[in-house]
């Protein structure tokens, strides 16, 4: 983790309250970032970092695939951290280690090693955190659907307080589809994290001429049938589902913009 990573973690710490519990990936799998979720009075599940090896020679097991180990200091102060707040971090701290196998062909890896500070088996056990940790993934789909399905990824304006706006319309406009989405399933006996978001956007851009042009009498029999419509939109379980990480579309030949445009126009009318 960079040390602009470790400012966003700071952050993001600020805003966890007493008895959460943090999900994350490798990379907030850090010595100093379990030390700061456990200053205020809070767990986490994270993955375990590439550069630490799964041994379970080392700590005390307490199930299958499922053991308690000490995690020491590092020696050298990381980087996103001051010496006296290096100075401040205790010698060690306990931490339970969980590792599985995923036999589903298609995965990545076959092997996921979990870092988590909820050390009580009888509590917490090891499938239920095996479990809470897969609820991660949709949290990757729901910013992928912000980023690409929504087109967030491009961000067109340019001070920092449209950018701010220009964000939060989108996280409106997200919200108002899974909205519809909990609606519609809640309604019809459909499961909300089943539908398509895609199929819910393009529904509701349908039926929003009709929804505007009709009366107030008529709009409440055409909203349900929009969430009927919606309901339908099942997609189907694929588990181990796995697409190629490429572009359909493929870009244009033209040479990137690397300078402002008033620039490339004087190029042109000297040239």
Request: net charge positive; hydrophobic share 35%; aromatic share 8%.
């Amino acid at each position: 983790m960079n040390t602009h990573d470790i400012k966003l973690a700071r952050q993001l710490y600020q805003f966890l309250n007493p008895l959460d519990i943090l999900l994350g990936d490798r990379a907030f799998c850090a010595y100093a970032d379990l030390i700061a979720i456990k200053k205020i009075n809070c767990d986490a599940v994270f993955r375990k970092h590439q550069a630490r090896k799964t041994s379970m020679k080392k700590g005390k097991i307490i199930g299958d695939c499922d053991k308690l180990v000490t995690w020491y200091k590092p020696k050298i102060c990381p980087k996103g951290l001051s010496q006296d707040e290096f100075d401040a971090l205790p010698q060690t701290i306990t931490v339970r280690e969980i590792y599985y196998y995923i036999v589903i062909p298609g995965f990545r890896t076959e092997r996921v090693s979990l870092i988590t500070t909820l050390l009580d088996k009888v509590t917490y056990s090891t499938l239920d955190i095996v479990g809470l940790y897969g609820q991660r993934w949709d949290v990757e789909l729901d910013l992928r659907h912000l980023k690409t399905t929504l087109g967030m990824d491009v961000l067109r304006c340019k001070t920092p307080s449209m950018v701010r706006k220009e964000i939060y319309v989108y996280l409106l406009a997200y919200n108002l589809l899974r909205g519809l989405m909990w609606s519609a399933g809640t309604t019809y006996g459909t499961s909300p994290l089943r539908l398509s978001l895609q199929g819910t956007r393009h529904h509701l851009n349908n039926f929003i001429p009709e929804l505007l042009a009709t009366s107030s009498t008529k709009r409440q029999r055409i909203y349900h049938t929009l969430l009927k419509v919606i309901a339908h939109e099942v997609v189907p379980d694929r588990p181990g589902r796995s697409e190629p990480r490429v572009r359909k579309r493929r870009p244009k030949i033209y040479p990137l913009m690397t300078k402002p445009r008033h620039e490339l126009r004087k190029q042109l009318q000297t040239a």
